[in-house]
């Protein structure tokens, strides 16, 4: 996105009293021949300019690549298919997906893998659970932990992300359970039920 298209975002912010919504609807409406950003990034844009007093701008750093690194698109693949999700004071994985994540390989894990990882919980249990589907990671306390020492390769950061799953005291995981579930809640109601994730990080 050029300067002159972050500009125009502002003044069309200005026009729609602060509504990213109607902001990115009024946008596309106003310019259809260019690429329409998502709301929650004009969101962070708006964000940086009101905290920086500045666009965010290309940094262009020449380092060489070290060999033992992974790119960033395999860090987010792991980032976002990771699910560890507390309940009763433990956690229920992480459960790790090979490669890109699409509809039929979530489904699968809804089907065949989600079932295997309840087996240790009750019924009852079962019976009581709520499904929250987000990609809000239960513990934000863990990528502190994971990234303390960058990891080597794929498989040293699974190996990481499960020792820091494993370190987690059943007070830690029931203290962050309902604070994280009443926040997201509140959330989701004062956004009247649309998505509202890009508001709670």
Request: hydrophobic share 35%.
């Amino acid at each position: 996105m050029n300067n002159l298209a972050k500009v125009e975002w502002v003044l069309i912010y200005g026009e729609c009293q602060s509504n990213v919504r109607l902001i990115a609807m009024t946008y596309a409406k106003r310019y259809p021949e260019r690429y329409h950003l998502p709301y929650n990034y004009v969101l962070r844009l708006l964000q940086r300019l009101k905290e920086e007093g500045r666009f965010p701008g290309r940094q262009i750093i020449q380092q060489r690549r070290r060999a033992n690194m992974f790119d960033d698109d395999t860090e987010l693949q792991v980032l976002a298919y990771i699910r560890a999700n507390p309940l009763g004071g433990k956690l229920i994985g992480p459960f790790f997906y090979d490669g890109m994540l699409n509809g039929r390989r979530y489904i699968n894990f809804l089907t065949n893998e989600l079932p295997r990882l309840l087996d240790d919980v009750s019924l009852d249990t079962r019976s009581r659970m709520f499904f929250q589907q987000d990609g809000g990671p239960a513990h934000n306390a863990i990528i502190t932990v994971v990234y303390a020492n960058p990891p080597v390769n794929l498989q040293d950061l699974k190996n990481k992300i499960q020792a820091a799953c494993d370190i987690l005291s059943e007070e830690q995981i029931k203290a962050a359970t309902p604070t994280e579930f009443l926040r997201r809640l509140e959330s989701c109601i004062e956004h009247n039920g649309e998505h509202f994730e890009q508001f709670i990080r």
